[in-house]
């Protein structure tokens, strides 16, 4: 029986691809002293044993040891019993352990590393955060741990505290969540101006990132929800248009990671809008470099990029939905 479910690549050991070898997209002209250019590794992934295909991918993660974890993967570990079939997002904690968000759904769920052990759960599967507790109802944003379309999670390293982005698409929920480390509700809050939350992360300073997807925009808080700043995003369509006006084509705020230098300087921001990836200097705000070949599927090309994570070397994986493949950028200069 086919079931989406995940998988585990191991960063930097795999066997060369026979694609297209030597094909590379250079980095933007925009790229300044000290920021890293990336060009796709041809040599990763390696194909997936036992004749395994990949799906249209959601979400990307990298854990401790760098390895890379991927979602919506066919013919791989999962009970669909206990998991959703559209998984979204992932999150490893500080012990390793794998948070998952579906959407939609009404739960987020913790594994052991391996993936053989459901741990925790937050939230009732098939029970929505809706008028009459099914997809079809109203979404309530209501103060509960129970959810519509989370679309993000992240558990702060500290206090055990679990953010869960709840608003994946129009139609849904539209708020930020917190629990605390047993599953009880802290807190929550809308942030403005958003039909969808579709992604969110924590810095190590406790800044909270969340991305207006259909408003080109990462907006900025505290812990509590307290708004910060924006960090704007423009954008200019891959294609111009033939009547001259640009048209949306997955929001330019769509999901982000962060360097792991200990001041996280650079976010990595997938825009689908002109299918690149944006190098953001955190602080400032300002758009660095971006790199990505534009919409395509030749290598460093992307069919609507969903998921991005980056590793303790800097490199940047990439997860994409309808072009059903991961690609690994990899550093080459400076």
């Known amino acids: 029986m086919k079931k989406k479910t995940r998988v585990l690549f191991r960063a930097g050991t795999c066997a060369a691809l026979a694609i297209a070898a030597g094909i590379f997209y250079p980095p933007s002209s925009r790229a300044q002293g000290g920021v890293p250019k990336y060009e796709v590794d041809l040599s990763w992934p390696k194909p997936l044993p036992d004749r395994w295909v990949l799906g249209g991918l959601g979400g990307v993660c990298v854990d401790a040891q ?103 698409s129009r139609g849904g929920n539209r708020r930020v969540a917190v629990m605390d480390l047993n599953g009880k509700f802290l807190r929550q809050w809308q942030p403005d101006g958003m039909q969808t939350v579709h992604c969110m992360t924590v810095a190590n300073d406790g800044s909270v990132y969340v991305c207006n997807r259909e408003g080109s925009r990462i907006q900025v808080y505290d812990k509590m929800g307290h708004f910060i700043k924006n960090i704007e995003v423009p954008w200019k369509p891959y294609t111009p248009p033939p009547d001259g006006k640009p048209k949306e084509s997955g929001g330019s705020a769509v999901a982000l990671d962060f360097s792991h230098d200990s001041n996280q300087r650079f976010v990595y921001l997938i825009n689908q809008n002109n299918s690149r990836i944006e190098i953001i200097d955190r602080q400032s705000g300002r758009i660095l470099s971006s790199f990505g070949g534009g919409v395509g599927h030749f290598p460093g090309q992307f069919d609507q990029p969903h998921g991005i994570a980056v590793d303790s070397s800097g490199n940047v994986y990439v997860a994409e939905n309808r072009g059903k493949r991961i690609q690994k950028f990899k550093i080459v200069g400076l």
Request: glycine residues 10%; aromatic residues 10%.
């Open 66 to 168: 760098d390895h890379v974890l991927v979602l919506n993967v066919l013919n791989s570990w999962g009970d669909p019993k206990l998991l959703e079939a559209r998984l979204h997002s992932c999150h490893f904690d500080k012990d390793n352990n794998v948070w998952i968000g579906s959407a939609p759904s009404g739960m987020v769920q913790k594994y052991s590393h391996d993936g053989s052990k459901l741990l925790f759960q937050i939230g009732k599967k098939g029970v929505f955060d809706s008028s009459d507790g099914t997809v079809k109802g109203q979404p309530l944003n209501s103060n509960a741990a129970q959810f519509f379309m989370p679309s993000s999670i992240f558990v702060d390293r500290q206090n055990g505290d679990v953010y869960v982005a709840d608003g994946e």
